[in-house]
């Protein structure tokens, strides 16, 4: 609004009027006086033009409402002049109110529609004229034209209206600052996800109560301000420009103090601009992305961690060590990872089924993770392996005390329906930074010292040693050649005759596998049959013994006319994976080789991991035409009522039983029973191992049928056990 001062009419006399005239005429605001009569005594060229009637039709009459009103009704100027309060009240309802600046002054605005492109908006002032002694002479009124102003706030107020019913009925929880950071909208579909009603809210600056406990910016105070420095401090690392919204930001946080319940919300903010492009508020909109945010959450740990016991997995294993390969490096620490193998597992899985197994991995995990610290991870690699993580033990001792706590934890009996169960595991140690600086090294050779300590004596541990590593490449070696031995025609087989005790004569020939190796020479089988088992290279290894001794036996029987049983070793993967079965089929098919020619020694221990399912199997070949012999018999757990059901034709007494006899009593007693017990179930007895006269005496003595041992012959060629055969039958 423009003020005017008020005037104060010195006196007619002293050309006050003159003066009063200049300024009136010399003003640019629309301006006109009335006297105390309320004749217009003025009207200037700025009030001609906005109201479009001449200052010669207007002056010296009474008619100061003629350019605005229709009919005669009083101007604000009138109003003031007889000091009407209840005539301004009247004439223009709530639109007024007294001057802030000028004693006795009124404002006013009203509406014209009868001025030219559709009419008018003017803004009044009026003040009294007084003269020298304050007497009243007259007023004076100024006008402004606010069409503009006033058709912007009817645009505004309508799309504010449009922007109120768009924001209420969007499904979208939303809300709207204005440019002083004022909540103005606050819709529905917000009040429902965040809890906080909009009359709470609305025209406050309080938005961040909706969220925080503590006062702090919502995202759309920051884009209002275009402060993207502090993203980074308030929404840490999960904020992003908005790749769809010019000038928008994307931000995601977690609040569990909401009243309908924890929720993770997706924000989206961005400043609002008027026609000019300036900054007038800024509008939020929410997501609740709590269900996205729990599936995310499910495949991190799913692939995080073991499906089965729900420790730490491979993959977040190797994360957690590089983290701490990183720390203890910096920080001059220790790390020490424990590379764990369950010992007799296998059995107890095989025997008792999967269930069961699943039950005792799940139950060693808990016994690992109660042992260890909080701080240290346990994971499980797949099968019956665990790794432990110690970050930053004291020392070697700390560690060993923690494996040796660690290996009797598990060794306590699992009662399974009433049973005990009792696994033990073996453990491999290595240590950060002298074992190795990475992941690789520490895993590979953790896992060398686990084997070491497997093989030395179940149920113990060992820390890695630079002769293991030696060992392990070995080992690699030995496993990347055994794939090409059969190609390169690189194994032989040797055979041990068995001699009937009675007769001394060649009745059969034990089958074993001699590896020339193009730069080790021979490697013992010792040292490669259990690579073959863990890498399932022994099913084509036993096959090919199979097809090699089978042709041999047809060979012999075709040129000598001597018929022999060849005894061949099956290993466990073999029989329990009835490939075995198989791999005699495909044998029999090729060459035409009659079964009885075959023998197949099985342990104790192998047809007693699952006695029902090896009877089955057992039943099986036997109806293939194929002798069976229980190897090592004495020094497994067979039972002799398995014993007197499965289907052999011939038991092994073990070599360990063989050695004593002839100088100790409780040794030939042990053998006599042996040998009274085949007796009984009807089944061939042979002693394996015999190296000197009194044991071969004292078994002729006790009616043992068969002998195999060095006292005979040590194994050899084809060519030499073919000549033995000539001079046998000769």
């Known amino acids: 609004m423009t003020n005017l001062p008020e005037i104060e009419i010195l006196d007619q006399k002293n050309k006050g009027a003159g003066i009063l005239s200049q300024v009136v005429e010399s003003t640019p605001v629309p301006t006109f006086v009335i006297d105390k009569d309320h004749r217009v005594i003025h009207w200037n060229a700025a009030c001609e033009k906005v109201t479009g009637v001449s200052a010669e039709e207007m002056l010296g009459t009474q008619k100061a409402w003629h350019p605005f009103y229709p009919e005669e009704r009083p101007t604000m100027a009138d109003l003031v002049l007889e000091d009407q309060e209840k005539g301004i009240e009247e004439h223009y309802k709530g639109k007024y109110h007294k001057s802030e600046i000028i004693d006795g002054a009124w404002e006013a605005e009203d509406f014209f529609p009868h001025f030219p492109d559709g009419g008018k908006w003017l803004s009044f002032t009026a003040a009294l004229l007084k003269d020298d002694n304050g007497e009243i002479i007259g007023a004076v009124e100024t006008l402004r034209d606010i069409t503009r102003e006033k058709r912007s706030e009817a645009s505004l107020k309508k799309n504010q209206k449009i922007l109120s019913e768009v924001v209420d009925g969007c499904p979208v929880p939303m809300f709207v600052l204005n440019d002083e950071h004022v909540v103005t909208h606050w819709n529905k579909a917000c009040e429902s996800i965040i809890g906080t009603k909009a009359e709470d809210i609305v025209g406050t600056k309080d938005q961040w109560k909706a969220f925080y406990d503590k006062e702090r910016p919502v995202l759309a105070d920051l884009a209002m301000e275009h402060k993207y420095s502090e993203l980074s401090e308030y929404y840490k690392g999960i904020w992003a420009a908005s790749p769809l919204i010019a000038d928008g930001w994307e931000a995601t946080d977690y609040f569990p103090n909401f009243k309908p319940g924890p929720k993770w919300l997706y924000f989206t903010a961005a400043p609002l601009h008027s026609d000019d492009g300036s900054v007038i508020g800024a509008v939020e909109t929410l997501q609740d992305v709590s269900n996205q945010k729990q599936y995310e959450a499910k495949l991190e740990f799913q692939a995080n961690h073991d499906a089965l016991t729900g420790l730490a997995n491979r993959n977040l294993l190797t994360d957690r060590l590089k983290q701490a390969i990183a720390h203890a490096g910096r920080d001059n620490r220790l790390l ?234 099956v290993s466990a993967r073999q029989f329990r994976n009835h490939e075995i079965h198989e791999a005699l089929a495909r044998v029999y098919s090729e060459i035409g080789q009659p079964g009885f020619n075959i023998e197949l020694e099985l342990t104790e221990n192998l047809v007693m991991r699952n006695p029902e399912k090896a009877e089955d199997s057992l039943d099986l070949l036997r109806d293939m035409g194929v002798h069976l012999a229980m190897d090592d018999f004495g020094t497994g757990y067979s039972s002799l009522a398995y014993l007197r059901r499965f289907p052999f034709d011939m038991i092994k007494i073990d070599k360990a039983f063989v050695d004593d006899l002839g100088r100790n009593k409780e040794a030939e007693a042990i053998v006599r029973a042996m040998l009274e017990l085949g007796r009984a179930l009807g089944l061939r007895m042979l002693a394996e191992g015999v190296e000197t006269e009194l044991q071969r005496a004292f078994l002729a003595r006790e009616g043992c049928d068969e002998v195999q041992g060095f006292l005979f012959s040590r194994p050899c060629s084809v060519e030499k056990f073919r000549q033995m055969l000539i001079e046998d039958k000769g």
């Not at 660690?406 to 699992?414: C, D, H, K, M, R």
């Not at 820390?463 to 060992?471: A, G, I, K, S």
């Open 336 to 569: 020490s990872l424990l590379f764990i193998d369950l010992d007799n597992f296998k059995t107890i899985n095989d025997t008792l089924g999967h269930n069961v197994g699943d039950q005792l991995i799940c139950e060693t995990g808990r016994k690992i993770s109660n042992t260890v610290r909080s701080g240290d991870t346990v994971a499980r690699l797949g099968g019956d392996e665990f790794v432990v993580l110690l970050f930053a033990p004291e020392s070697e001792d700390h560690v060993t005390d923690i494996v040796q706590r660690l290996t009797e934890e598990v060794a306590t009996s699992y009662c399974h329906e009433g049973q005990d169960l009792h696994v033990g595991c073996s453990v491999g140690v290595a240590m950060y930074p002298q074992d190795g600086t990475d992941v690789d090294t520490l895993m590979k050779n953790a896992d060398s010292a686990m084997y070491l300590a497997k093989a030395t004596e179940k149920g113990s541990f060992c820390f890695f040693t630079q002769d293991l590593t030696e060992r392990a490449m070995r080992r690699l070696q030995i496993e990347n050649d055994l794939h090409k031995a059969i190609d390169r025609q690189e194994f032989e087989l040797v055979y041990q005759p068995i001699f009937e005790l009675a007769t001394g004569k060649i009745i059969a020939a034990e089958a074993l596998l001699r590896w020339h190796h193009p730069e080790q020479g021979v490697i013992n089988p010792v040292d490669f049959i259990h690579i073959a088992e863990e890498t399932s290279m022994i099913v084509d290894i036993g096959e090919w013994v199979l097809r090699e001794a089978a042709k041999e036996a047809m060979h012999w029987h075709e040129e000598i006319g001597k018929t022999l049983r060849i005894s061949i070793n």
